[in-house]
């Protein structure tokens, strides 16, 4: 067989718990079937085994045989190399029909994840209204200097709950105009944009570039300080790897673009081409985290998205992103979802937004996540929290796809877990810093940290 999609060991000694993970994330799996073709698959491979023994026993025997046996022999082994092949063609066939429903299990639920339909039974973790020259990551250090910044945060950050500040723009009393006013007068041109590509495209043009790209900056200046390589990634990637990380199952192919003659996906994260990069590789132990912070442009068809968001930037097909993705050992994995959470809210709080943390129920986690945390910031014009970010804890999920490994001494490799979180997508972020520091001249103040990016 391939890469494995999930640990075959589950599916033969513990059904019922895989049964219950797809249930959890609300995906039908036919497993009286895939049990069946399972255990056919195994029964096929044992023949094929003892013929291919047969085989090799008749073989070592043969010239040692007297002339009249040898001519039985013949015969029996011609016998057995027909019914070899037949038997190799049918393990082959299992094999697709096998491959073709374990990919449809997604990873399951990690234990402390609350069981849900959807995006209504997210919890909501915390609010914060970050103070000025404070963030998630700061917060608590002993003694400040150069202490580590996650040193003191407890497990999957219960920090203390921070009141809001009242829910309006900083023009004061009631919103003035929206994103997509404001970004007019900005340089966010939609009406060109639709006019050369479709709707859902925009040109940033003149300010509203230069503050996408500062925002760009800051975020990748961000990740880096805490360890996080940058790397300018391919946004084409192989039909065999993007099918690995998990995003094509249950209707994820309708929201990509592919090209069919190359077989090549427009990558919706800069997660699908960073992960991959050492897709079918052992890593030693000892060069473990890699850590890697991507900037690219991102591509979505949004197809299940039909009606919403259609003016402004929250939902369009193109945009650019800043992206971590963590390549670690299975014990450091609940550590370093902490560390991507935080880092994604310091870049958040240096800008001085009201938001909120979301962990996601089992049916809000998607088909790679075990477990996801997402950050919402707060869109005046909108009077509700919009997701920004989004913090995953894949598991060997996609490493086991990919044949991620890692290698200890003389151990034998074994499936290391990956991570990503975003830092920020520009135009949706753009959109939020627009509202949250308009002024009631129509202006929009330029938040202190980004000044320095600005050309």
Known sequence: MTNCMINKDLLRTDPDFLRASCEAKGVAVDFETLLDLELAYRKLQHQEQELQTKMNQASQQFPSLPESEKEILKKEILLWKNQLAEVKDRVENAVVSLNNMLWDIPNPPAPDVKIGAGYDENEVIREVAPPPQSSPLSRGRAGGGSASPLASRPSHLLLDHIALPPRHSRAGGNLLLDHTTLGQNLGVDMERGAKVSGSRFAFLRGPSADLAWALAQYGVATAKKYGFEFVLPPVLVKGETMQAMGYLQHGGEEETYHFEKDDLYLTATSEQSLVGMYQNEIIPSNDLPLRFVGYSSCFRREAGSYGKDVRGLIRTHQFEKVEMVSLVLPELADEEHDRI?????????????????????????????????????????ENQYRE?????????????????KYKEGTDKPKYLYTLNGTVVAVGRMLAILMENYQQADGTVEIPEVLKKYLV
């Not at 089992?362 to 996801?372: F, N, Q």
Request: proline share 5%; glycine share 8%.
């Open 388 to 404: 920004t970010h989004s913090c995953s804890l894949c598991t060997d999920f996609q490493a086991r796809r990919l044949g991620l």
């Open 341 to 381: 959470l935080a880092i994604a809210e310091e870049f958040v709080a240096g800008l001085g937004l009201p938001y909120r943390v979301v962990k996601s129920c089992s049916g809000d986690l998607g088909d790679p996540a075990a477990r996801k945390y997402d950050i919402e910031c707060w869109l005046p014009s």
